[in-house]
């Protein structure tokens, strides 16, 4: 730390926590004692004085308000409170020298910020960031209002269950009285916790809002104004709060939609003094979420054949992420995983040798399971930045590598006949399932939202299985029109998608019901071995055996009862 005083010296190697903006431009190193968050400049005693004289309105910090100077100052390291001067081009964040120094020392590539910074007010990109903020708050607010509401709801539960036991009081004698304060508060513990739930959320959405808000308050007071320097620094700044503003929304919307339900004992009356409460209170999944079927409204292919690839594509796996970017991999000749836009153009690719199938274990990581006959089977974890692969880390794995889930840190890797729980490191945990009736009877897995399901398909016997989390058949499900098990996914509200010979059906989220057929061979389901299901867009994604194309099947939500949404 910088003693207090100012120190002037031209080539001064001096080292200071905030030297003077206006010395710094005549190559004076002077210590800084004051702020101006308008300006954005550092100010000695001698240049705060002139500063004063022509900008007399501005709002000048000093020494005694530190913390203003680190709030204000988009250039500097929130943590540290250095200036930020290079960029970490493998985490695609600006660092100051105690961040390079303590997180990036192993990094690859550090960047001048002012180079890279050369121009960037004139790119696209940083120009669309006040549409891009203006649209994330917005999905913010929309969030926020949804879970309000549900608060309402949960307040009407509430009120119908108990006027069911005050009706239900009526009938007993007048030792009901401590029974039915017990169940009172069992009924408010349980709408305090789903309170507690929402009331986090809406606190998460209204400081991540508030949070974009103080950023595009700093973007607009220095437009026009500042360097090019702070103009990016501001940009990075912005886009990973968008990209974490973006998770948290996801994450949220992940949720499946509660229900409070209260289920009355009949043997109440017999049994009166035996019991401590009149019944059950819990919670349900929403009816609509659970027996929500889909129907397809239209249909569309969408090229991903690289001029590179030398072989017709074959779509092993596909999987969505926050962003809307889609991960598939075109394993079986041609080698690589693919990552695609919105639009399904391919925009990157990385090589591996055999890609079999992905799934998303982050907001912008995927898990790849690698099936390699010459060599060990593994798995690659890959990040996803700025629209491209960046490989993180592997490990190989003790058994075939084939299809691959992930659930709250757990990976389940299959390989064709049992299925097995690794840790993120790559330690196997236990095999969890096993038939060695034929060669593929696990091809596939996917795990349910609340991880108490796991599914795997037996490709040699046509069906699709559930386990609990211990490996025991909770039920085995089989269909005329499924033949030949191949793809399968689950949608955040737990509904299951499987893809045979030729159709793709929808399945609840008990493994044991079809809710409804969404395709044929006639719509042009030869051979669909891979699935996904992009819920905000309701759109399922299908890629298929020896198919340059994947095919895009538009939704439309069908409930009990009630018209396509």
């Known amino acids: 730390m910088a003693t207090k005083g100012s120190s002037i010296y031209k080539g001064s190697d001096l080292i200071h926590d905030f030297c003077c903006s206006k010395c710094k431009q005549n190559d004076l190193n002077t210590e800084a004692h004051n702020f101006c968050p308008e300006c954005g400049h550092y100010l000695c005693e001698k240049c705060v004085g002139l500063h004063n004289g022509y900008h007399n309105s501005h709002n000048v910090f000093g020494r005694g308000d530190i913390e203003q100077w680190l709030v204000s100052s988009i250039d500097r390291c929130d943590q540290h409170g250095k200036e930020l001067e290079v960029h970490c081009d493998d985490h695609q964040e600006p660092c100051c020298s105690i961040c390079v120094a303590v997180n990036h020392r192993l990094c690859n590539s550090i960047s001048?910020?002012?180079?890279?910074?050369?121009?960037?007010?004139?790119?696209?990109?940083?120009?669309?960031?006040?549409a891009a903020v203006d649209k994330m708050r917005s999905s913010l607010d929309e969030l926020k209002k949804s879970r309000t509401k549900d608060q309402a709801e949960f307040q009407k539960w509430y009120k119908n269950i108990v006027a069911e036991i005050k009706f239900?009081?009526?009938?007993?004698?007048?030792?009901?009285?401590?029974?039915?304060?017990?169940?009172?508060?069992?009924?408010?513990?349980?709408?305090?916790?789903?309170?507690?739930?929402?009331?986090?959320?809406?606190?998460?959405?209204?400081?991540?809002?508030?949070?974009?808000?103080?950023?595009?308050?700093?973007?607009?007071?220095?437009?026009?104004?500042?360097?090019?320097?702070?103009?990016?620094?501001?940009?990075?700044?912005?886009?990973?709060?968008?990209?974490?503003?973006?998770?948290?929304?996801?994450?949220?919307?992940?949720?499946?939609?509660?229900?409070?339900?209260?289920?009355?004992?009949?043997?109440?009356?017999?049994?009166?003094?035996?019991?401590?409460?009149?019944?059950?209170?819990?919670?349900?999944?929403?009816?609509?979420?659970?027996?929500?079927?889909?129907?397809?409204?239209?249909?569309?292919?969408?090229?991903?054949?690289?001029?590179?690839?030398?072989?017709?594509?074959?779509?092993?796996?596909?999987?969505?992420?926050?962003?809307?970017?889609?991960?598939?991999?075109?394993?079986?000749?041609?080698?690589?995983?693919?990552l695609l836009n919105s639009q399904f153009e391919v925009i990157d690719h990385c090589d591996l040798s055999a890609p079999n199938d992905v799934c998303s274990i982050a907001a912008n990581e995927v898990a790849v399971a690698v099936c390699n006959s010459t060599k060990k089977d593994e798995v690659q974890i890959i990040k996803v930045a700025q629209g491209r692969f960046q490989k993180k880390r592997k490990f190989t794995t003790a058994y075939s590598c084939f299809s691959i889930a992930h659930h709250q840190d757990k990976l389940y890797v299959s390989s064709k006949t049992a299925l097995y729980q690794y840790t993120m490191d790559g330690e196997i945990v236990k095999k969890i399932h096993e038939d060695n009736s034929g060669k593929l009877t696990v091809l596939r897995c996917a795990v349910s939202p609340d991880g108490e399901i796991i599914y795997v398909s037996n490709f040699d016997?046509?069906?699709?299985?559930s386990l609990d989390r211990c490996g025991r058949v909770l039920s085995s499900f089989t269909d005329p029109e499924l033949r030949k098990v191949f793809g399968l996914c689950v949608s955040p509200c737990g509904l299951v998608f499987v893809s045979g010979c030729g159709s793709v059906i929808q399945v609840d989220s008990e493994g044991t019901k079809k809710l409804a057929t969404l395709a044929r061979k006639v719509d042009g389901m030869n051979t669909p071995i891979s699935l996904c299901l992009v819920e905000n867009t309701s759109t399922l994604v299908v890629g298929g055996k020896k198919e340059d194309d994947i095919v895009v099947l538009q939704l439309g939500k069908m409930c009990e009862n009630e018209n396509i949404i």
Not at 112 to 130: M, R, S, V, Y
């Open 112 to 130: 001048h910020i002012p180079d890279i910074a050369k121009g960037f007010q004139t790119k696209t990109e940083f120009k669309q960031l006040p």
């Open 168 to 338: 239900l009081r009526k009938e007993i004698d007048s030792i009901l009285d401590q029974i039915e304060k017990a169940t009172i508060e069992q009924l408010d513990n349980t709408i305090g916790d789903l309170e507690n739930d929402v009331r986090d959320d809406v606190k998460k959405c209204v400081n991540m809002n508030d949070q974009l808000k103080r950023l595009m308050e700093n973007f607009n007071q220095m437009i026009g104004k500042c360097k090019e320097t702070k103009s990016y620094i501001v940009y990075r700044k912005c886009t990973a709060k968008l990209n974490q503003t973006d998770y948290l929304i996801s994450e949220i919307q992940r949720k499946p939609k509660e229900e409070i339900h209260f289920e009355f004992d009949k043997t109440i009356v017999s049994s009166l003094k035996s019991l401590k409460t009149f019944g059950f209170t819990g919670m349900n999944y929403s009816k609509q979420d659970k027996y929500c079927t889909y129907q397809v409204l239209s249909s569309k292919q969408y090229n991903v054949k690289m001029n590179k690839d030398e072989e017709t594509c074959t779509i092993t796996g596909i999987c969505g992420l926050p962003s809307g970017h889609i991960v598939i991999s075109d394993g079986r000749w041609n080698g690589s995983i693919k």
């Open 461 to 465: 016997e046509n069906k699709l299985i």
